[in-house]
């Protein structure tokens, strides 16, 4: 069975300093991976995908990045947070093809303060 | 580009009573997919159900969907809500670019009261 880990599971950072969230997920092989940001109470907003290692595609910035430097994980940083940032953060995978069911992790809560 | 549109952001009903989330959509694509996510307090969202096939109805948990390609429509509709329906729901939608993964609706939250 495929799982998906995130971490941390929340954080409080200062604004101005770095981040680093991560995902990984067991169980599929070459699965596309997503990231998705949430403002409280707020839509699910697209930030990155991949399709393949070494491959990420940014769908919408905000002044971060991401890299998927291995098959089974994603990473999405940042130098200098925003209080902007504040949210959820949620990376998702799917099957290659139209089907395209995403699977959540668990998110992580990110507090910019 | 592909969009989705729910028109009610919250919708409040008495617990025994039917509810129905509006979805309309938007895409180039012919064959889409329709997706329904739900978000429980402090949780990530799971997939509720999903269609690709015209004027199929589709179930599970008590909720169902008939997606309507001459309307472009995929509304979601219980005949009895549950205190436990109270969360956030997402209509989604896979089109053209399926890699890309799902464009989202802005969300409607149902607050179900005894």
């Known amino acids: 069975a495929q799982t998906i880990h995130q971490w941390p599971v929340a954080e409080i950072k200062a604004v101005g300093s770095p981040l680093s969230l991560g995902c990984t997920i067991k169980?599929?092989?070459?699965?596309?991976l997503y990231w998705y940001w949430q403002a409280t109470g707020g839509t699910l907003q697209q930030l990155f995908y991949?399709?393949?290692?070494?491959?990420v595609e940014s769908v919408v910035q905000l002044n971060l990045s991401a890299s998927r430097p291995k098959d089974d994980q994603f990473i999405l940083s940042t130098e200098k947070l925003l209080l902007s940032h504040s949210g959820f953060y949620l990376c998702?995978?799917?099957?290659?093809?139209?089907?395209?069911?995403?699977?959540f992790g668990a998110g992580t809560r990110l507090s910019v303060l | 580009g592909d969009s989705v549109t729910q028109t009610e952001g919250l919708v409040t009903l008495t617990e025994g009573l039917p509810v129905m989330l509006n979805c309309t959509y938007q895409?180039?694509?012919?064959?889409?997919?329709l997706f329904w996510y739900v978000q429980h307090l402090n949780e990530s969202p799971r997939l509720l159900l999903k269609?690709?096939?015209?004027?199929k109805r589709t179930e599970h948990q008590g909720f169902h969907a008939t997606l309507h390609k001459s309307s472009s429509s995929f509304h979601l509709q219980k005949s009895s809500a549950q205190l436990s329906d109270s969360a956030l729901y997402y209509c989604?939608?896979?089109?053209?670019?399926?890699?890309?993964?799902?464009?989202f609706g802005l969300g409607t939250r149902v607050s179900v009261f005894p």
């Open positions: 998702a995978w799917s099957l290659e093809g139209g089907q395209n069911t995403l699977y």
């Open positions: 169980g599929k092989s070459s699965p596309n």
């Open positions: 991949s399709i393949t290692v070494g491959q």
């Open positions: 895409t180039i694509y012919s064959n889409p997919f």
């Open positions: 269609s690709f096939t015209d004027n």
């Open positions: 989604a939608l896979s089109g053209n670019n399926y890699a890309q993964g799902l464009t």
